[in-house]
């Protein structure tokens, strides 16, 4: 996305499967994924593990 300033995982980490499943056509990451990134990017994700205090300005506070 351009312009987006959230940090991203390493694009050279291959997924493992404890770090995503399929919800109908939708990838979701687990929190698994989350702490293996390390921050919150603050979009509200579903496995989110980080606390709402730490969500980005951006966030409008919906889950």
Known sequence: MEGSTAPQPNASAALEPEDFYFDG????????????????????CRHCPY???????????QP
């Open 51 to 61: 606390p709402l205090e730490k969500l980005s300005e951006n966030s409008d506070g």
């Open 25 to 44: 056509p939708n990838l979701v990451f687990t929190a698994a994924y989350h702490l293996k990134r390390g921050v919150c990017c603050g979009s509200g």
